[in-house]
Every structure is written in structure tokens, then in C-alpha cells.
């Protein structure tokens, strides 16, 4: 099946630290989301990228959809205390003809900032 | 507007009982996918459902059924629970389809 290899696995970083993360998958996919988890909670979405090549932001957050459309990076900048927690990628493809969608998560990174 | 809520968030059950999940997606979304998460695998897909017709499901043994009722509600079923069962899973909502899916705070199952 579709796999999605995100990296790095884990991070360690200074508060006020820029971040940066991908996804890269041997499949095409037609969608890519990021999604931010804290421990006993569900994950949050925080970008959705439609095109290839597609740049887009939400706030410190920045994602781009690459070009291929087999990765995707999600940068953070500015880094503060409540950016910790698992941060994971997942992508999309559309079944021709079925109409029905499923998700490939990447196995996260977790960010751990150093205030 | 009232978010995706799953019940029970804690969950303990004995090897070879069944149990039963449900999940309340966001006002007016149709689609319900359910994933299970655990430490080894990550989040991995179980099952999609939309206007109460399964569309989509992943690899995971038949004892792992759900549905969808018409008010969209779903509810997912573990049949002769494993040790292996234990894990948090997830419902995630969307107007249309799995994708910018919302999800739920999650049931943690202890099979024990």
C-alpha cells in the first residue's frame, strides 16, 4: 500500500528556533494536510494543500505541496513552548469512479522546544 | 459550532469481549472515517462512511465492523477483542470526503 516516510522523527530545539519537517511518498498524491497532535487528543488540521506546488501559510506555519506531488514540507518559524507536540503529514488520492477518499499518515515528528 | 465528540474517551475490556465506539461528527458533515492509532503503527485507516454506505476500508480483519446512521452518527464495532486491539482510535468527520477531515479527541482502548 501507499506509504508516507516523514522526517526527522523527532526534533529538539530552542525556543524562538525555526523548524522545518517533510513527507515524501513513492505515490502521487492529490491532497496533502498537516495535522498537529498533543498527547491524549485528537490531531488538528492546520494546512490543506491542493495543488502542486502550491505554497501556503497559517501564521508561523508554512507548507508547501511540492512539485511532483510525492512531498510536502511544513516549516514553523519562530518557534514557542506550545508548538510541542507530534506533527504529522498525510496525503490523499481519489479512487476514480469509487467517490470515496482515504488518508496515508506519515508516522509524525515530534518537536520538542527548549524554552 | 460543536465539534467531533466520541464516546467513551477510556475504554477497558477483556480479551475476547466486543465493544462498541461511537462518534458524532460536526453538524452537517456526511463523511465519518475511523483510524486506529498505536505507537508502532501510527494512524492507520479503518474504515469510511458516507450517507450510511461504507466507501472505503482498510486492511484490518472482519472483526472490526462499523456503521452509519441518517443523522450521521456512526459507531464502530471490535468483535473478540486481542491484546493487540489496544490502541486510541480516532473519528474524523468531512462535509463531502476524507479529505480536511476533523477529528475527534479519541477513545483509548485497553484490552487486557
Known amino acids: 500500500g501507499q506509504q508516507l516516510n516523514q522526517s526527522p522523527q523527532s526534533m529538539f530545539i530552542q525556543e524562538g528556533e525555526d523548524v522545518s519537517m517533510n513527507c515524501t511518498s513513492s505515490?502521487?498524491?492529490?491532497?496533502w494536510l498537516w495535522y498537529k497532535q498533543d498527547p491524549g487528543e485528537g490531531p488538528v488540521l492546520l494546512i490543506a494543500l491542493y495543488k502542486a506546488g502550491e505554497l501556503t501559510s497559517n501564521g508561523r506555519l508554512t507548507a508547501q505541496f511540492g512539485i511532483t506531488r510525492k512531498d510536502s514540507f511544513l516549516n514553523i518559524s519562530a518557534s514557542i513552548p506550545s508548538d510541542v507536540g507530534i506533527y504529522f503529514c498525510?496525503?490523499?488520492?481519489?479512487?476514480?469512479?469509487?467517490?470515496?477518499?482515504?488518508?496515508?499518515f506519515g508516522k509524525g515528528t515530534k518537536l520538542s522546544v527548549i524554552p | 459550532k460543536a465539534g467531533v465528540t466520541q464516546t467513551p474517551r477510556y475504554l477497558i475490556k477483556t480479551r475476547g469481549q466486543q465493544v462498541t465506539l461511537s462518534c458524532s461528527p460536526i453538524?452537517?458533515?456526511?463523511?465519518v472515517s475511523w483510524y486506529q492509532q498505536t505507537p508502532g503503527q501510527g494512524l492507520q485507516f479503518l474504515f469510511e462512511y458516507f450517507s450510511e454506505t461504507q466507501r472505503n476500508k482498510g486492511n484490518f480483519p472482519g472483526r472490526f465492523s462499523g456503521r452509519q446512521f441518517s443523522n450521521s452518527r456512526s459507531e464502530m464495532n471490535v468483535s473478540t477483542l486481542e491484546l493487540g486491539d489496544s490502541a486510541l482510535y480516532l473519528c474524523?468527520?468531512?462535509?463531502?470526503?476524507?479529505?480536511?477531515?476533523?477529528f475527534g479527541q479519541g477513545t483509548r482502548l485497553t484490552v487486557v
Open positions: 474524523a468527520s468531512s462535509l463531502e470526503t476524507a479529505t480536511e477531515a476533523f
Open positions: 505515490s502521487i498524491f492529490n491532497t
Open positions: 498525510a496525503g490523499q488520492t481519489s479512487y476514480s469512479g469509487a467517490g470515496s477518499y482515504q488518508l496515508t
Open positions: 453538524s452537517g458533515h456526511r463523511s
